[in-house]
């Protein structure tokens, strides 16, 4: 009898996922004999957690916040996304027990800008935390030609600039001190990646006066669906999408490292996690 095969999240808190709902959607339409459990696990945690990954038959993990960046300092080989971001959101375990450390929030990104048929070239980004890494990173890859970003912490944004334009010169990364600096008569995407839009009394960043119908308007939180930056976008007549094809995608991505060279079903996650969406 195959024993069977252990997925799951690490991070903390990690009990309000959508990720199990995904991914034993797909194991179960692929007759996969797998598990995807959450693992809600602190940092003191983690050394003993990775060095026993093998003797409790798991063989790929995903990663959230707050150990995106920490457990690189447990795995030595990495996808270059993950050199690039110096993050990771997505391990893939060998028989051996070795670990490999990609990120697929980049590539989930990419895949649902894609399929959004957005071609960004200038671009407008709030936060330079994590996701807006994985985020310019995904964009340099579709040969964006300019990306601003502003963030509350200057010093944080500043450093994304010089990482970016150190690695990639043929993309021009640069910052704005204030948030009414930020240009975007001249941009085609404007990004949210801050939390800025997930609570109720959150205000709106921007000016709905300087969006236009040339620009679309990503914010990569899905959780409310519609964050009042995109209702001022689709007052503005922008086209507009929430994060949730980047959480699918991120987690198609994932499932095709692991089970590798299997597709994922696409369409059959995209149900569970709109299904997960309705209780949240
Ligand atoms: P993070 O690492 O904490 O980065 C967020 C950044 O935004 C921080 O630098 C933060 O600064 C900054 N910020 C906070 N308030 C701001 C404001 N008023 N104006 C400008 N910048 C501000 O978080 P993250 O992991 O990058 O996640 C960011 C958002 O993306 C979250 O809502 C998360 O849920 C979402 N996300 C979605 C997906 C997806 O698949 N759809 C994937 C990853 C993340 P301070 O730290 O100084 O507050």
Redesign the pocket.
Known sequence: MTQQKIFGLIGYPVKHSLSPLMHNAAFSLLKIKAKYKLFPLEERQLKDFLSGLKKQCICGLNVT?PHKEKVLEYIKSTSEGVRVIRAANTLVIDKAGKIKAHNT?CL??ARHIKELKVKPKKVAI???????K?VIFALIQLKAQEICI????KF?ALGLVKRFNQLFPGCRVRTVAR?DELVLSDKDLLI???????KDADPL?IEPRNLHKDLFVYD???NPAETKLLKAAKVAGCGFSN??G??LY?GVEALEIWLKPKKAPVEVMRAALLKGMKKL
């Open positions: 916040i929030d989930g990104f709030i936060g330079a935390g994590g996701a807006a994985a502003y963030d509350i912490d944080r948030i949210n990646a801050s939390p800025v839009g997930m960043l990569l939180i899905y994060g949730l980047m959480l991120q």
